[in-house]
């Protein structure tokens, strides 16, 4: 992913005089770059990992995973924080009325 340009965007649609919003985006790009390295660690070596003690031995998920998740909800809490500038959008066009169309007998 390119972060820079995920960056700009970002800001792009905030007030950057809010150093706050912009300290908010930078944490985003921050928590983005550590999950793209948790995606290389896990690729790397898998999803699930073995563990051995002594003669024990067992299969457990990878750590990355449950640091994922957990960036990921630090993710969409700071996203949500965010105070993003709405961009103009067109009025919807109307939608057609049951009168424009011919009416259909009934099944019953």
Not at 10 to 33: F, M, P, Y
Not at 46 to 53: A, D, F, Q, R, T
Not at 67 to 96: D, G, H, R, V, W
């Amino acid at each position: 992913m390119k972060f820079d340009e995920l960056k700009s965007q970002l800001l792009a649609r905030i007030d950057t005089e809010d150093l706050l919003e912009v300290k908010k985006i930078n944490d985003l790009i921050r928590l983005h770059e550590l999950d793209a390295e948790c995606d290389k660690v896990i690729d790397r070596d898998g999803v699930s990992i073995i563990i051995e003690n002594g003669k024990q031995k067992f299969i457990k998920s990878h750590p990355s995973m449950n640091e994922k998740m957990k960036i990921n909800a630090q993710k969409i809490a700071l996203e949500k924080s965010i105070k993003f500038k709405l961009k103009n959008t067109p009025p919807a066009t109307p939608a057609a009325t049951v009168e424009d169309k011919p009416k259909r007998g009934s099944l019953i």
